[in-house]
């Protein structure tokens, strides 16, 4: 899918990811961009930058997000690329413990790296299949294909975001309707600085301009899976390969973080 001339709409686009992904989309030469955010001047501050418009949306309340979509589709016409892409990151409230966060981490995960595609899909799939297609893009994670040392919330819910987005491209292809879920490592955003430093540092952080010039090529090519990090091929292939080796690895690789973490004491 080429964004020239379409009408695009991003979640989460007032900071990191989402931003540049706006900002990448206007040198794309997409026609009208929405930026939707919860931060309602971050928003401002992104539709200034990418000449689009700004949104002020929690994407965890159904209704609203349900008549921002609709608001966007009467202002700036038919949303020809919906990018799913606002994000929480909820780390493990006891270090070791995997089933230590607090109730609402893990309901507030579902709902904004979940639900909040479902939301999305309940709306516009009747609107793209009665025009004939359309293409979402999902921001999940590579913890979502791997895993989040210490993160159980994140890894998780990132982990049913790819069901979800798995689900979408299944059912609707004969709509129409593509997907693709783009699968980062760390990437230099405040959402990375607000987690203790973990694997997903290994590889290398990205900076989000990066991200989102894969993520056009990506679009371009219309690939399911986006990954901006090359060994995260690599590691999936390991894990299906041998998935208690797999385990094993992981334990391993947690342990030497941990004594890392701990020298550095
Ligand atoms: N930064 C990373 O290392 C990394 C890696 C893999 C995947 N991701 C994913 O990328 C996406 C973007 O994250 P980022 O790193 O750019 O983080 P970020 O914190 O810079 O941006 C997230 C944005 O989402 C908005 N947001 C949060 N909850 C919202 C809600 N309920 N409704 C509307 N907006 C909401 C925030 O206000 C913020 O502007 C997330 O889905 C995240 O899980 C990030």
Not at 3 to 23: D, E, K, M
Not at 156 to 181: P, Q, R, Y
Request: charged share 20%; net charge negative.
């Amino acid at each position: 899918m080429e964004v020239r001339g379409r009408t695009v709409a991003v979640t989460g686009a007032g900071s990191g990811i989402g931003r540049a992904l706006c900002l990448a989309f206007a040198r794309e030469g997409a026609g009208q961009i929405a930026v939707i955010d919860i931060n309602q001047a971050d928003a401002n501050a992104v539709a200034s930058d990418c000449g689009g418009r700004a949104y002020g949306c929690d994407v965890t309340d159904e209704n609203v997000l349900a008549e921002i979509l609709e608001r966007i589709e009467g202002e700036q016409g038919a949303i020809d690329l919906f990018c799913s892409n606002a994000g929480i990151a909820r780390m493990d409230a006891v270090k070791g413990e995997a089933a230590s966060a607090p109730n609402r981490d893990w309901e507030a995960s579902w709902q904004v790296n979940v639900m909040q595609h479902i939301y999305a899909a309940r709306v516009l799939v009747p609107k793209m299949r009665a025009r004939g297609g359309g293409r979402f893009l999902i921001t999940a994670s590579a913890a979502g294909l791997l895993t989040q040392l210490g993160g159980a919330p994140y890894a998780v819910t990132k982990h049913a975001a790819i069901g979800f987005a798995e689900m979408l491209a299944i059912t609707h292809a004969k709509d129409g309707i593509g997907v693709s879920v783009l699968c980062p490592q760390g990437v230099e955003t405040p959402l990375l600085q607000s987690i203790p430093a973990g694997p997903e540092r290994v590889d290398g952080v990205l900076s989000a301009e990066a991200v989102a010039i894969s993520t056009i090529e990506g679009l371009r090519k219309e690939a399911f899976l986006i990954l901006p990090h090359d060994n995260v091929q690599r590691y999936m292939q390991a894990k299906t390969a041998d998935y208690d080796r797999w385990i094993r690895g992981m334990i391993k690789l947690g342990r030497r973080l941990d004594e890392g973490a701990a020298t550095e004491r």
